[in-house]
């Protein structure tokens, strides 16, 4: 018997945020590893964790489809 507070049997929330991040505020030894202009941006979960840092926002998006997930961007 399933209660209202029954959340076994809910499905996973599998959206993810996308947003893009300001190289000067990483670390210098991941500064010095980025390259091109097509910027940086994070993968986050629902809970805020970040799940990738990736080049490119399209590389990003792609990421979570690859891995069942729905994107979503931040501004």
Same mark, same amino acid.
């Not at 209202?4 to 945020?17: C, I, L, M, Q, R």
């Not at 980025?34 to 792609?62: E, I, P, T």
């Given at each position: 018997?399933?209660?209202?507070?029954?959340?076994?049997? /809910?499905? =996973?929330?599998?959206? !993810?945020?996308?947003?893009? #991040?300001? !190289?000067?505020? @990483?670390?210098?030894?991941?500064?010095?590893? !980025?390259?091109?202009?097509?910027?940086?941006?994070? #993968?986050?979960? =629902?809970?805020?964790?970040?799940?990738? @840092?990736?080049?490119?926002?399209?590389?990003?998006?792609? @990421? =979570?489809? /690859?891995? /069942?997930?729905?994107? !979503?961007? #931040?501004?």
């Amino acid at each position: 018997m399933n209660t209202k507070y029954d959340f076994g049997s /809910e499905p =996973a929330d599998n959206t !993810v945020y996308i947003r893009q #991040v300001p !190289v000067e505020t @990483l670390p210098q030894e991941l500064r010095d590893q !980025v390259s091109g202009s097509d910027g940086l941006y994070a #993968v986050h979960g =629902a809970d805020g964790a970040r799940l990738a @840092l990736v080049q490119g926002r399209g590389l990003a998006f792609m @990421l =979570a489809r /690859e891995h /069942e997930m729905t994107p !979503v961007s #931040v501004h």
